[in-house]
């Protein structure tokens, strides 16, 4: 699984889109305060192709306990800490 964070932003869409066209898993890092349509955008890349989209997860540079999340194979679920994918 690789890990594209800032995901929603102008080259790491790009980043995830150019996995998904290859078949790579991806998971996409994602702020609270992210444009849902891009986070949905991210979500259904290459679903149409190889993958079933990228995972996404919420996270925070400046958060040392999102991104033990992030790498891991967990996911933060806002409003409920961290649930097992």
């Not at 066209?21 to 679903?47: C, N």
């Not at 190889?50 to 933060?76: H, N």
């Amino acid at each position: 699984m690789i890990l594209v964070v800032g995901a929603t932003g102008l080259v790491g869409r790009q980043i995830c889109r150019l996995l998904a066209a290859s078949g790579k898993p991806t998971r996409a890092m994602v702020r609270a305060t992210s444009d849902q349509a891009k986070v949905d955008e991210l979500k259904s890349l290459g679903a149409d192709v190889v993958s079933l989209g990228a995972d996404v997860v919420q996270g925070d540079l400046r958060d040392p306990k999102s991104l033990r999340a992030a790498r891991s194979q967990r996911k933060t679920d806002p409003g409920h800490g961290q649930s097992d994918i």
